[in-house]
């Protein structure tokens, strides 16, 4: 028992975990049920706070609830630890969009 709480705490293992949670958070997230998807994003983001597509993905299902404040907060987090992914910028500029802040659109498609 003692072995198997020590591997739990390994952090090589707890980063193969936040995997597992993304996997089924974007399942999730492609059968809109995300507000379970949010919930996986948030167990690997726990597990894991330094991976920038945790908080992407979670990002995105904010977005697609319309909860777009939550949205940009998780895209900034993301940013700054995947400064050059152009991928996160876009989907923010997006949510910039939603927002009718078209300066910071623009920014983040530029």
């Not at 049920?33 to 904010?62: M, V």
């Not at 987090?77 to 659109?105: C, D, L, T």
Request: with cysteine; aromatic share 12%.
């Amino acid at each position: 028992f003692f072995q198997a709480e020590d591997g739990i705490r390994d952090p090589l293992w707890s980063r193969g975990l936040g995997d597992v949670y993304k996997r089924q958070g974007l399942s999730l997230d492609k059968l809109q049920r995300y507000e379970e998807a949010i919930q996986d994003f948030t167990k690997a983001i726990e597990l894991d706070p330094e991976n920038s597509a945790f908080w992407h993905n979670r990002a995105c299902c904010f977005r697609n609830m319309g909860l777009l404040n939550e949205s940009i907060q998780d895209y900034n987090i993301a940013i700054s630890i995947a400064p050059k992914n152009p991928m996160i910028y876009s989907n923010r500029g997006q949510v910039y969009r939603k927002m009718k802040e078209y300066e910071k659109a623009i920014a983040d498609y530029t």
